[in-house]
């Protein structure tokens, strides 16, 4: 069961660009994802699989079900993960349903960064993060993302 480290906004809420800056990957990981050591603030490094678009934008676009076996079928099967959902799912879920689904698995969200002022007012989020460590970043769309980074570092306990 892996450690989820999600980050929750609507589009256009700097989502991706906090996850290239969080774990310093490129643009060339858009849809599959990768591998990527993160340093802690306490303890050892971190090995983390990274999707940098959201499980609901784009061609890699995929359900919470779907997501699942995709990591199930990694080898070897990562122990933390990076991802980014929308509020809003559009022709998907919305980011509690896969937050609902995730936990449904047994897969415990670690860490939250909330986007902008629809991610953080959120409530179902209590219930589904209970004991995870959540950033909220107000003005995500308009705050430099290297500030957004430096917050979200902070509470996640990442260097």
């Not at 934008?57 to 933390?80: C, N, W, Y």
């Not at 809003?88 to 860490?111: E, H, I, M, T």
């Not at 953080?120 to 909220?136: E, K």
Request: with cysteine; net charge positive.
């Amino acid at each position: 069961m892996p450690n989820l480290h999600v980050i929750i906004g609507d589009p256009d809420t700097r989502k991706s660009s906090l996850t290239r800056c969080l774990v310093g990957v490129g643009r060339v990981n858009h849809g599959s994802g990768t591998r990527w050591d993160v340093a802690l603030v306490r303890g050892a490094p971190i090995k983390l699989f990274c999707k940098v678009a959201s499980l609901q934008e784009g061609q890699h676009a995929m359900g919470s079900t779907a997501f699942i076996r995709f990591v199930k079928d990694l080898r070897p099967v990562p122990d933390e993960i990076l991802i980014s959902l929308r509020v809003s799912g559009g022709r998907f879920p919305d980011a509690v349903d896969y937050l609902s689904a995730f936990n449904a698995a047994s897969w415990p969200v670690r860490s939250v960064a909330l986007m902008d002022t629809s991610a953080i007012g959120l409530a179902p989020l209590r219930a589904l993060a209970a004991g995870a460590r959540v950033a909220r970043v107000p003005g995500s769309s308009i705050v430099p993302t290297n500030a957004s980074a430096a917050l979200v570092r902070k509470v996640w306990g990442w260097v």
